[in-house]
T-cell receptor, first 118, second 112 residues
Framework: GAVVSQHPSWVICKSGTSVKIECRSL??????MFWYRQFPKQSLMLMAT?????????EQGVEKDKFLINHASLTLSTLTVTSAHPEDSSFYICSASPLRTGSGETQYFGPGTRLLVL | KQEVTQIPAALSVPEGENLVLNCSFT??????LQWFRQDPGKGLTSLLLIQSSQREQTSGRLNASLDKSSGRSTLYIAASQPGDSATYLC???????????FGKGTTLSVSS
């Protein structure tokens, strides 16, 4: 099956620093990748839609200057949390759908990155 | 705006019981619906995907149904086991190429 990886899986940083999270589709190409955030005991909330070669589309309430998304290739999207603060501590999950036809638009999810800002 | 609701929020059952998890969505114009499992502190495991033209999908002890016109889906788990304990998430996709919208999940606990 299709595999999506994320790196790092765990990150602890000081308040005010920036953190970059990578999302890779390992065995398929994806024009579009999605970034979600999950707070404790909450569901996944869509943050942004990342399109290869163009600017990301952010959901209402998500600061595009704080959460920088770069989708440089069909297999890699990055999310950078700039000037992180404790309230940004969360579980960040990316997902992607294969380009190939017949996939039924199945979205495959990465294992997530847990961010703790001190 | 699509909203996905899951009932109940939590469920505790003894091993061996058959159970049903419910999911409802406000906009019936969906492309597909997926059920996921999430273990504590972990990522998502896809269980079943139902296309908008389908009525149900089965995998092992799991059966998911879709009634698009009424905006409902159910996940049926037969002969529950302690290993089934997890949070089950329902998510819908409005159009091809768009993101899945998630419900808040049902946390299932199966006791031995």
């Amino acid at each position: 099956g299709a595999v999506v990886s994320q790196h790092p899986s765990w990150v602890i940083c000081k308040s005010g620093t920036s953190v970059k999270i990578e999302c890779r589709s390992l065995d398929f190409q994806a024009t579009t990748m999605f970034w979600y955030r999950q707070f404790p005991k909450q569901s996944l909330m869509l943050m942004a839609t990342s399109n290869e070669g163009s600017k990301a589309t952010y959901e209402q309430g998500v600061e595009k200057d704080k959460f920088l998304i770069n989708h440089a290739s069909l297999t890699l999207s990055t999310l950078t949390v700039t000037s992180a603060h404790p309230e940004d501590s969360s579980f960040y999950i990316c997902s992607a759908s294969p380009l190939r036809t017949g996939s039924g638009e199945t979205q495959y999810f990465g294992p997530g990155t847990r961010l703790l800002v001190l | 705006k699509q909203e996905v609701t899951q009932i109940p929020a939590a469920l505790s059952v003894p091993e061996g019981e058959n159970l049903v998890l419910n999911c409802s969505f406000t906009d019936s114009a969906i492309y597909n619906l997926q059920w996921f499992r999430q273990d504590p502190g972990k990522g998502l495991t896809s269980l079943l995907l139902i296309q908008s033209s389908q009525r149900e999908q089965t995998s092992g002890r799991l059966n998911a149904s879709l009634d698009k016109s009424s905006g409902r889906s159910t996940l049926y788990i037969a002969a529950s086991q302690p290993g089934d304990s997890a949070t089950y998430l329902c998510a819908v996709k409005g159009q091809a190429g768009t993101a899945l919208i998630f419900g808040k999940g049902t946390t299932l606990s199966v006791s031995s």
